[in-house]
């Protein structure tokens, strides 16, 4: 079940079958393509605590995984009931509570800006104690699930090491998740990333190229020796595309390409450079959150071996 306004004869107290402003809000947000993708239901947990279910939101084209929690609200007014809300924040991932003023006719608190609604609690005077028949779910369903689940726009320099490294590391950031269940039995994503590359260590170089997800390598390849160039540098972009099958298998393509060096910002000409198309299969569970990765590795620890990634961007296929 998700977003629910009860008849009064079924509501704890009539007051919970009154439309008010947060609930237009709602509604108008999932119109416009804001709100849960999965989980994030509140229940009642113990004593005044409401717990609220792992799952993800979107809200302005973004995807945020929430992670699950216990919220624990006020307890009562000596005198008058109120209305609590609880929601989660697209910026950040985080699920807070927003505390209604208790009145003998209460309103819900107004709607945080870059949230979307999960819950309205019914807080009754003098309660210590909620209970199931507090919760009415203010969560709109998207039906349609796409939106861009992870961008990374940091340059991040993989130089002087032979290590493997992960493109994802530039200015704090890490490795995107994909949230447990988001994909659903036959959903998919797409990643591109793209960046530069030089080597100007005086010799030819490999260069190797791994995509992960979870704990499986889908990809692993390395390219023909590359040469030396002593100032311009090759332009990269690698695309991935995965399909659900079923929860817990996919279907993977991969695309990359490596031009020659140029010092022209886009390098057109009759030497393709560097190209590859890679076709592959997994079987990792989604139902529980799956990390994604990118890395690679130079063939020498050398200072004069760099590959930077400049753009990264992740999102579900509509």
Known sequence: MSFTIPN?????????AEIDKV??????????????????????????????????????????????????????????PRFDLITAKVTDGTVNTTAGTAAANPVCPSLPADSVPLAIIYVPANETTGAASRVYDRRTMLQRRTGIIHKATADYDIVNTAAEQSVYQGSGESAPVIPANLLGPNGGFWARLSGDYLNNSGA???????????STTIFNTTTPTLSTSPTNRRKW?????????????????????????????????NAIGQAGVGVASSSEDTTA??????????????????????????????
């Open 8 to 16: 009064e004869a079924d509501a704890f107290n009539g007051r919970q």
């Open 23 to 80: 609930d237009w809000d709602a509604l108008m947000l999932g119109i416009e393509g804001n709100g849960v993708l999965i989980g994030c239901a509140v229940t009642w947990s113990s004593g005044m605590g409401y717990a609220v279910a792992a799952g993800a939101i979107l809200h302005g084209g973004s995807v945020k995984a929430i992670s699950s929690t216990t919220k624990t609200l006020s307890n009562g007014d000596a005198t008058n």
């Open 204 to 214: 030819s170089r490999t260069l190797t190229v791994k995509v992960k997800f979870g």
């Open 237 to 269: 972009v690698i695309d991935v595309f995965c399909q659900n099958t079923a929860s817990g298998a996919q279907k993977w393509a991969c695309w990359f390409y490596l031009t020659t060096a140029s010092a022209d910002a886009l390098a057109i000409d």
């Open 289 to 318: 959150d799956k990390t994604f990765d990118v890395t690679f590795t130079h063939a020498t620890n050398n200072a004069s071996l760099s590959i930077k990634k400049t753009f990264a961007i992740l999102s579900l296929l509509p």
